[in-house]
């Protein structure tokens, strides 16, 4: 008898307090250390180095960060890699597996998990946008056949660490990739934020500092340079993800294959040639994003003026205010239900509509690929000149900052 008490005592104390008798905080602290390492692996692994090879990891890295997720998420790497390419060859259309903009972004946040599953069960998807994956042993027999067992695992691990509450620290871990990554970055990554660049879909930056979800925060430069292995580009925006690849790169684990490019200058030409143009064409985003602080510069005046003739209410007023979050973006980004405003404000001032026709007629350099290289070099030169006389005084600092453009 006082075996068996003795028995149903230590169980007991087994899972109430599990094996290590961990308090409260410090089974915190381990349920955020777990999670952290998972979103690591997911951004560093799955995202820079196996879906756009923008980074090459060494052999302990990459064994170690597929054994964690099999552990922590039972994903499977061809699977997630595959449905990731998808998204970015067919953004924002139909095809897109988990857009906000084409299935709403309620259906993202709240079911971004299901959208994962759904597609990784298209077979097309998987052939035609998985290759290049892992296919040795471990990963055709363990990870791909036995993604349940690993999670299972988990399980019984962090039961036995901490006893029944070891069950929720499980759930957490569960949980946190289908609420940060399939909900917050592939849901609000795509509908709320700041945006440093027009790129061609509607990512955004969540967030300046990537560092709950290990840099994916920065959804927009991504989408911008997907094959960059850094996706943070301003310097008030911090990577985490960078850190550790940077980090694992000192001590021989990695090797970062591709940046974004950095726009450098020099003296300005007297005339633009074939090299400035290859060099704003290669950062045409960044030279962009310069422009479109002009155009917000210009309606920013447009609305100091006319606070201080006290028509803050005016229609004028709102239409400067429109013109200013919506001038600088590519016309067909910008909604048919705020055209007659932003029309409104073109018309009453010569500048904004000015800045807003060549802004459309400079990105016409990239756009047209009808073209020779000659005409295009002769397009850039007379737009230069044409900006240089406009009369504009930010136009013509402007240009003639193009022609100081250096690949």
């Given amino acids: 008898m006082n075996v068996l008490m003795t028995v149903h005592d230590a169980i007991l104390s087994w899972l109430i307090d599990g094996l290590t008798g961990a308090s409260w905080w410090q089974v915190l602290v381990y349920t955020l250390v777990v999670t952290h390492i998972t979103?690591?692996?997911?951004?560093?692994?799955?995202?820079?180095?196996?879906?756009?090879?923008?980074?090459d990891l060494g052999p302990i890295p990459s064994h170690f960060f597929r054994f964690w997720l099999w552990l922590t998420t039972g994903m499977v790497t061809r699977e997630w890699v595959a449905i990731h390419r998808k998204h970015h060859a067919k953004c924002e259309t139909e095809e897109?597996?988990?857009?906000?903009?084409?299935?709403?972004?309620?259906?993202?946040?709240?079911?971004?998990?299901?959208?994962?599953?759904?597609?990784?069960?298209?077979?097309?998807?998987?052939?035609?946008?998985?290759?290049?994956?892992?296919?040795?042993w471990m990963e055709r027999n363990v990870y791909s056949r036995r993604s349940v067992w690993?999670?299972?695992?988990?399980?019984?691990?962090?039961?036995?660490?901490?006893?029944?509450?070891?069950?929720?620290?499980?759930?957490?871990q569960m949980a946190w990739i289908p609420i940060w990554a399939a909900g917050v970055i592939n849901g609000?990554?795509?509908?709320?934020?700041?945006?440093?660049?027009?790129?061609?879909?509607?990512?955004?930056?969540?967030?300046?500092?990537?560092?709950?979800?290990?840099?994916?925060?920065?959804?927009?430069?991504?989408?911008?340079?997907?094959?960059s292995a850094k996706f943070s580009v301003k310097p008030f925006e911090f990577d985490i993800g960078w850190g550790y690849i940077r980090a694992m790169e000192m001590i021989g684990w990695a090797k970062v294959r591709k940046t974004a490019p950095?726009?450098?200058?020099?003296?300005?030409?007297?005339?633009?040639?074939?090299?400035?143009?290859?060099?704003?064409?290669?950062?045409?985003?960044?030279v962009m994003a310069r422009y479109a602080r002009g155009l917000r510069g210009a309606c920013k005046a447009e609305l100091a003026h006319l606070k201080a003739a006290g028509e803050e209410h005016s229609v004028k007023f709102h239409q400067f205010k429109m013109a200013k979050r919506w001038l600088h973006r590519d016309a067909e980004k910008i909604p048919a239900a705020f055209q007659a405003q932003l029309e409104g404000a073109r018309a009453a001032s010569p500048v904004l509509d000015k800045l807003v026709t060549?802004?459309?007629?400079?990105?016409?350099?990239?756009?047209?690929?009808?073209?020779?290289?000659?005409?295009?070099?002769?397009?850039?030169?007379?737009?230069?000149?044409?900006?240089?006389?406009?009369?504009?005084?930010?136009?013509?600092?402007?240009?003639?900052?193009?022609r100081a453009v250096r690949a």
Wanted: hydrophobic letters at 40%; charged letters at 25%.
């Fill in 358 to 402: 060549m802004r459309e007629e400079l990105r016409q350099l990239w756009t047209r690929t009808n073209v020779s290289a000659e005409q295009l070099v002769h397009d850039l030169q007379a737009w230069c000149r044409k900006a240089e006389e406009s009369g504009i005084a930010e136009l013509k600092s402007f240009a003639m900052g193009l």
């Fill in 96 to 136: 897109d597996p988990h857009s906000p903009i084409t299935r709403g972004i309620k259906t993202v946040l709240t079911r971004g998990a299901e959208l994962y599953r759904t597609e990784a069960k298209n077979e097309e998807t998987i052939k035609k946008f998985s290759h290049g994956v892992p296919d040795d």
């Fill in 188 to 227: 609000v990554g795509h509908y709320w934020g700041y945006r440093n660049f027009e790129a061609q879909d509607a990512s955004t930056n969540v967030s300046p500092w990537g560092l709950i979800i290990g840099g994916e925060e920065l959804h927009n430069n991504h989408h911008t340079y997907p094959t």
């Fill in 150 to 172: 690993g999670i299972v695992l988990m399980m019984i691990i962090n039961v036995s660490l901490f006893g029944i509450i070891g069950i929720s620290v499980w759930a957490v």
């Fill in 262 to 286: 950095q726009m450098r200058t020099g003296e300005i030409k007297a005339v633009a040639d074939k090299d400035t143009l290859e060099a704003i064409i290669a950062n045409r985003y960044e």
């Fill in 39 to 55: 979103i690591a692996a997911v951004t560093i692994f799955l995202h820079r180095a196996q879906a756009h090879r923008a980074v």
